[in-house]
């Protein structure tokens, strides 16, 4: 054991500790605080905390120091939204001083999506829980503190049904066995909720008990079975049958009503969808007469809550299955001036420029990678007056901002928006506006 003390952290609360040479990060520590860290295993790890910083929780998860899904489950909300502001000043306040942050109203049960990995336990019983972060040791998860109360109570009553008709897990090193993973979403507006049972191929011993006994629990109103073969780590097939209801939930937001498939993407933080496209949408000061284009728009949510303000909206995915149900929204919620398309937003965009089409609005929403240098030089052609970038990478919005900035736009403000309590995740809308006066000189794209 060896003391180390008055710790700093960064931004993953990890203090880097210096041994015999060598430095090793610590995990789960506070600023200011005193540590005792145990030198005996391969790697040294944090054994108990001497003197905790005052913003310190132990009423957390009990799973959060073997899991490490929870980054930030060891400290009170209240710190967890300063540490996650100072973090977004520090790193983006280069691009402009106007750098905000909004809270959730719910840190705690705010997923409306929930996905669960299968094997058997020593006795033989059916378990589930998540991958150990940085390893693929299951870590056996009864409650987890993010997933809503809902989808926690139905994954025990699934595995008691599992285990009863004897479902056998897949087993990834013998690659035998037929259950992977279970997949859930909760609408919280409609309590409608889905179950995807995620097995190795179609052959499925024992389905029709186990549907059988799922249709008698509360609130399950559909449930599919979705085939997947592979040895990745991708959790969904691209092929499913459906086994009862209707293959899909509803989940309302705001007034709008959505249509949420199994291979759908949609904002897993119901309580804050309308927080977050609020504030996007009042950064874009969309007039009646503008022409908006909804890059990487999933099922169509900020597409159709931008149809209020324009004149047309574009969405643009590369998702098929998303598509498919970004056009049923549309007609569900009466929104006649939205199109959709299936396709990449580069392959898209670049061809707009190349075509010279007038856009005035572009909203994007890229992955976790951000966008391409492609994208953002044709928004540069085609000089939108304001570009609204919501990203769920701080790290690569930095990197994409310094590509906007090379096309004249500048960022007007950042506001950081909670999407992902008690983790490191945050979500960001930046807003820019081209500000270039002269004409440009002409670009090829």
């Not at 998303?322 to 549309?330: F, G, S, T, W």
């Not at 930095?398 to 950081?416: C, M, N």
Request: proline letters at 3%; aromatic letters at 10%; a positive charge.
């Amino acid at each position: 054991m060896k003391e180390f003390k008055n710790v700093r952290i960064n931004y993953e609360c990890d203090t880097l500790i210096r041994v015999e040479n060598k430095n090793y990060q610590i995990h789960h520590c506070l600023d200011r605080e005193d540590i005792l860290v145990d030198m005996d295993g391969k790697y040294p790890t944090l054994f108990r905390v001497i003197k905790a910083n005052p913003s310190r929780s132990e009423d957390g998860c009990v799973y959060q120091n073997i899991c490490g899904g929870c980054q930030f489950m060891h400290m009170t909300y209240d710190y967890e939204i300063l540490h996650k502001q100072k973090y977004l000043k520090q790193l983006l306040s280069g691009f402009s001083e106007n750098v905000s942050f909004a809270p959730s109203e719910h840190p705690l049960h705010y997923r409306n999506k929930c996905q669960m990995t299968y094997q058997y336990s020593k006795s033989k019983k059916v378990v589930c829980g998540f991958y150990e972060e940085g390893s693929h040791r299951l870590v056996t998860v009864e409650n987890c503190l993010l997933q809503s109360t809902e989808a926690n109570e139905l994954i025990l009553k699934i595995n008691r049904i599992l285990s009863q008709y004897k479902i056998e897990p897949y087993d990834e090193q013998k690659k035998v066995g037929v259950l992977k993973h279970i997949f859930v979403r909760v609408g919280f507006q409609t309590k409608e909720i889905m179950v995807v049972l995620v097995t190795n191929g179609e052959i499925f011993p024992g389905r029709s008990q186990v549907v059988k006994e799922l249709l008698k629990i509360k609130g399950i109103t559909t449930i599919v079975q979705n085939f997947n073969a592979r040895n990745t780590s991708i959790v969904l097939g691209e092929r499913q049958k459906i086994l009862s209801g209707s293959g899909f939930i509803r989940e309302k937001v705001g007034d709008y009503l959505f249509k949420i498939s199994p291979q759908s993407f949609f904002q897993i933080n119901s309580f804050g969808i309308k927080k977050l496209y609020d504030i996007a949408l009042s950064k874009a000061f969309i007039k009646p007469t503008d022409i908006v284009l909804d890059a990487y728009c999933g099922v169509g949510t900020i597409s159709i809550f931008a149809a209020a303000y324009a004149k047309k909206v574009i969405g643009v995915e590369v998702n098929r299955h998303a598509i498919a149900d970004a056009r049923i929204n549309a007609r569900w919620n009466h929104i006649s001036n939205v199109e959709f398309s299936v396709n990449d937003a580069t392959r898209f965009l670049t061809e707009q420029a190349k075509n010279r089409s007038k856009i005035d609005i572009v909203i994007l929403d890229p992955p976790r990678e951000g966008s391409t240098s492609a994208f953002i030089h044709a928004v540069g052609f085609l000089k939108p007056r304001q570009v609204i970038y919501i990203s769920c990478n701080p790290i690569t919005l930095k990197r994409d901002l310094i590509l906007f900035s090379q096309e004249h736009y500048k960022v007007q403000s950042i506001t950081g928006v909670d999407m992902f309590p008690k983790t490191k995740h945050i979500e960001c809308v930046a807003q820019l506006t081209y500000t270039e006066k002269s004409e440009n000189k002409k670009k090829s794209v």
